[in-house]
C-alpha cells in the first residue's frame, strides 16, 4: 500500500466517505480537471490548454459556459466534506478564472497560465492526503 493510499485510508475514515470511493471521486475530478484546464498541447509552444481556454474564445458565453464543470468540481468537493475555508478558496479561484476569462484576448491567455480547475482538485487531493 502506498504512502497517498493509506492516507487516503486515514482521511476517508475520518470521514463519511469509503476509501475506495473518495479515490475513484478525486481520479474522476482529476479527469475533468484535465479535460477543462490541459486536455491539448498546442504545437511548437508546448503550452497545455483545455476546454476552458477554447470556450473562452466565444464572446458572452464561452467563458460562462465553462462555469458548470467548475462548479460541479465545487459541488463533489462540499459533498466530499471538504472544510468551508477550503471551499471558499475554491470559489476564488473559480470566480478568478471567470473573471480573468471576460477581458478580451488578454484575458484568453492569462486564462491559460491560470488553471482553476485543476488546482482545486489538486488542493482537494492534498487535503484528504494530509
Known amino acids: 500500500m502506498t504512502t497517498e493510499t493509506t492516507n487516503i ?3 476517508a475514515a475520518a470521514g463519511s466517505m469509503p476509501a475506495r470511493d473518495l479515490t475513484r471521486e478525486l481520479d474522476g475530478l482529476e479527469a475533468i480537471a484535465h479535460r477543462m484546464d490541459t486536455l491539448f498541447r498546442v504545437p ?3 503550452v497545455r490548454v483545455g476546454l476552458d481556454s477554447i470556450l473562452g474564445l466565444i464572446p458572452g458565453i464561452g467563458d460562462t459556459a465553462a ?8 459541488y463533489r468537493a462540499h459533498e466530499m466534506g471538504a472544510p468551508k475555508h477550503m471551499l471558499a478558496r475554491m470559489g ?3 470566480g478568478l478564472d471567470w ?4 477581458v478580451p484576448l488578454v484575458g484568453d491567455l492569462a ?3 491560470f488553471k482553476a480547475n485543476r488546482r482545486n482538485v489538486a488542493m482537494l ?3 484528504f492526503e494530509a
Open 125 to 127: 487531493r492534498r487535503h
Open 99 to 102: 473573471l480573468i476569462g471576460l
Open 9 to 11: 485510508h486515514t482521511a
Open 92 to 94: 476564488v479561484n473559480v
Open 44 to 46: 511548437v509552444v508546448g
Open 67 to 74: 462555469l458548470a464543470p467548475a462548479a460541479y468540481i465545487l
Open 111 to 113: 486564462d491559460i497560465g
